[in-house]
């Protein structure tokens, strides 16, 4: 299951109740009512326990949080910054 999937996956167990209906991954889930700010919170801890990533203060605005795509990205980004400042492994070259 690939990112997106995980996703969409939580959020309609745990906000749409099982029932999809039509959830695109580029929809707003703020204007179509799926989630407001505690399901943001709730995303959040998600991102944080799935993908092993930190969540800022800084990090809560529309543009990472409004919809499936946006949250991938957004996850994406973290680990990319996570993986780029972790310290090399021993054995491996830098």
């Known amino acids: 299951m690939n990112r997106e999937q995980q996703i969409r996956a939580y959020i309609v167990d745990n906000f749409l109740?099982?029932?999809s209906g039509g959830?695109?991954?580029g929809q707003s889930l703020f204007e179509?009512?799926?989630?407001?700010?505690?399901g943001v919170?709730?995303?959040?801890?998600f991102v944080e326990e799935a993908f092993g990533v930190k969540v800022e203060d800084r990090d809560f605005?529309?543009?990472?949080?409004?919809s499936i795509r946006n949250l991938a990205a957004f996850v994406?980004?973290?680990e990319t910054?996570?993986?780029?400042?972790a310290p090399p492994v021993a054995g491996e070259c830098p």
Request: charged share 40%.
């Open 41 to 45: 919170m709730e995303l959040a801890l």
């Open 81 to 85: 910054a996570r993986d780029a400042a």
């Open 32 to 38: 179509s009512g799926v989630i407001d700010s505690t």
């Open 17 to 19: 109740l099982g029932d």
């Open 76 to 78: 994406d980004r973290k």
């Open 23 to 25: 959830l695109d991954d």
């Open 61 to 66: 605005v529309p543009e990472n949080f409004d």
